[in-house]
């Protein structure tokens, strides 16, 4: 009997249907938290992107490619941390040229954006945070995750994108086994997820729950949009069909009908040219110096490399290694509190805004806020500095300034290459699942990156470089950092944590340098946060270990929280072995690994080349 094109069609649909429900999931990576060898290393959060990453590295590629690789399926694994809907930053040192550059993938507004976006006109005040201003189309970007990857992939790597892309392709298709971080980021999103009906259909159990840990999750729809990016290249996304689902689904979010939100989900103004607009722009790095160290970071439109930069500068005055450590935490609580203040006056996106970046990065600048540093803690909020010459001690000026609001939904991948190529990359899609909007058919969720923007300036009249504007990208702490020691890269490093990323990466370079410990230990560290509010935030063993001291001697207050960061970084150890490091426990822990493992040594002749350390000399 024949039955026809139409049931030729069905049949084979529920054949593929039948095969894919029976295909067992990717078998899980185990986790490890450091590793040790050489010829290239990979640290992430999550063991499958470590895991494609390492496999780039054995194929030949550099630590671009690998990077590249790493995100791409972590935007299969981490949906609710990463993704092609979503931005950030990569840092590269680039060791055949000597040079450290950086690629600034931050989402921008539509051209159309007001500064008024976010003020509810009925009231004149700003639309509340959570759940109704992350919760919209009016708080999505336009992503820049693809194009720094097709960025990144054309200039510095040595594979084509299609390549890179196909790891995440086999997962998320194949799928993987859900987690106890999967789980929990689906269930405190639950009502945002399930008031789309994309979203619901995606990341939901048929009866509205979360995934259970060890059943598996695939994603055929964002293999579909890998596949046409594969196919396409980028402009699939920015000039195709991907982007125009992306823009009607900003402009028409598929709001459930029995939706429980309480409130009207806005639309966006996104439009189909916003998106062929865009572009991921090379930026200087911002550089400073700190104990014969070379510490490079991202530049604005993100505060982290200025702030870093502007803490260490602070820092670099006193003697951060004395035996007394609570007075050592004092002073860095102390400069992260005073260069907090100048970043949320001066930083901005600087295509739109004169960010002085220069006074902010001078030593000079750095002595005039050192000397506000007492013995006890100052009163927060503190005033920001003038950052431009002519400098006089002791000065700050009287502009009031904003912390602002963001979201915790970042990761960060570190790699290292056997060339001695490094990349230090920190992605987000903001809060955690974003918008909470996933692009119907694409599989992948939309940011919320626009709430990074302040609604409105700190008191009326005053200056706000963090404003909202059409085509503006909004300020960012992501902090993605790279040092160099005596020329040479010793180490990057990075971690997500919304504006507490700042002070992690602060207190991993602190505790590395100053403080003697190893990188595995800085990683795992206890950590406490000061960005110019009334307590520190800080971590239980944190408080457990040095609060009472620091309350007592100094008048540093405490406000306690779970964890702080996921933090990766690799650090080439002077033999050019690879030490890679991932968090043991924050976040569930992350995946550390290299090509050749120290254990493996020694190696036959026809992997020696492979697996050679970095070059040191």
């Known amino acids: 009997m024949r039955i026809g094109l139409v049931g030729s069609m069905l049949v084979a649909l529920l054949a593929l249907v039948a095969t894919s429900a029976k295909a067992p999931a990717a078998p899980q990576p185990t986790k490890v938290a450091v590793s040790v060898g050489t010829g290239g290393a990979v640290a992430s959060v999550d063991p499958a992107a470590t895991r494609a990453g390492i496999q780039i590295l054995r194929e030949g590629g550099n630590a671009v490619d690998a990077a590249v690789a790493a995100n791409a399926v972590l935007g299969v694994t981490e949906p609710f941390v990463a993704g092609i809907g979503g931005g950030g930053f990569m840092v590269v040192y680039l060791a ?111 009866d509205g729950q979360p995934p259970l840990v060890g059943s598996t999750f695939r994603n055929p729809d964002l293999a579909r949009s890998y596949r046409l990016i594969e196919h396409a290249g980028p402009s699939a996304l920015y000039d195709g069909p991907i ?106 996106d600087p295509d739109f805004v004169n960010v002085p970046l220069a006074g902010l990065l001078s030593k000079d600048f750095a002595a005039e806020r050192r000397c506000l540093i007492g013995a006890t803690a100052r009163p927060t909020p503190v005033l920001p500095g003038d950052p431009f010459p002519p400098f006089s001690p002791c000065t700050t000026s009287a502009a009031p300034a904003t912390v602002g609001a963001e979201g915790t939904s970042t990761n960060h991948l570190t790699v290292v290459d056997r060339e001695g190529n490094v ?80 002070t992690t990466v602060l207190q991993i370079l602190l505790d590395r340098v100053d403080f003697g410990m190893s990188l595995p230990d800085a990683i795992a560290a206890p950590r406490a946060s000061q ?62 690994a290299v090509v050749c493992p120290a254990a493996d040594h020694p190696l036959p002749a026809s992997q020696r080349a492979t697996c050679a350390p970095v070059p040191v000399g």
């Open 531 to 592: 960005r110019n509010t009334l307590t520190n935030v800080a971590e239980p063993a944190f408080i457990s270990q040095y609060g009472a001291e620091l309350q007592g001697r100094f008048g540093q207050l405490f406000t306690s929280t779970p964890e702080i960061g996921a933090a990766t970084g690799i650090e080439i150890l002077p033999d050019g072995a690879l030490q890679a490091t991932a968090e043991p426990v924050r976040r569930g822990g992350g995946a550390a």
């Open 423 to 502: 990349v230090s990359y920190t992605t987000t899609i903001e809060q955690i699942a974003g918008s909470a909007i996933t692009v119907p058919g694409y599989g992948f969720l939309l940011n919320n990156e626009l709430t990074d923007f302040d609604p409105a300036p700190p008191s009326p009249g005053a200056p706000d470089p963090n404003l909202p504007a059409g085509g503006k990208r909004p300020r960012s702490s992501m902090a993605p950092t790279i040092v160099l020691r005596d020329g040479r890269p010793m180490l990057g490093v990075g971690t997500p944590g919304s504006s507490m990323i700042i």
């Open 243 to 348: 982007g125009a689902a992306l823009v009607d689904t900003v402009q028409h979010p598929p709001v459930a009908g029995d939706s429980s939100l309480g409130f009207t989900v806005q639309p966006g103004m996104m439009t189909a040219g916003d998106l062929a607009r865009y572009a991921a722009p090379l930026r200087a790095p911002t550089h400073v110096t700190y104990r014969g160290y070379d510490v490079y970071g991202m530049g604005p439109p993100s505060s982290g490399g200025s702030t870093i930069g502007e803490a260490l500068n602070i820092l670099e005055g006193f003697d951060m290694s004395t035996p007394d450590r609570a007075l050592a935490l004092h002073r860095y609580l102390e400069a992260s509190k005073l260069a907090f203040a100048d970043r949320n006056r001066w930083v901005g």
């Open 96 to 206: 055949h040229q000597h040079r450290v550059i950086t690629i600034d993938g931050r989402e921008t507004a539509p051209q159309t954006f007001p500064e008024n976006a976010f003020i509810d006109p009925a009231t004149g005040n700003p639309i509340p945070f959570f759940p109704q201003r992350v919760t919209s189309g009016n708080a999505v970007g336009v992503p820049g995750t693809l194009a720094t990857w097709a960025e990144a992939a054309s200039q510095f790597g040595t594979m084509p994108l299609k390549r890179l892309l196909q790891p995440g392709v086999a997962i998320a298709e194949r799928g993987f086994t859900v987690d106890d971080t999967f789980r929990s980021q689906v269930a405190s999103n639950l009502s945002r997820l399930d008031a789309f009906t994309s979203s619901r259909a995606l990341f939901l159990t048929p």
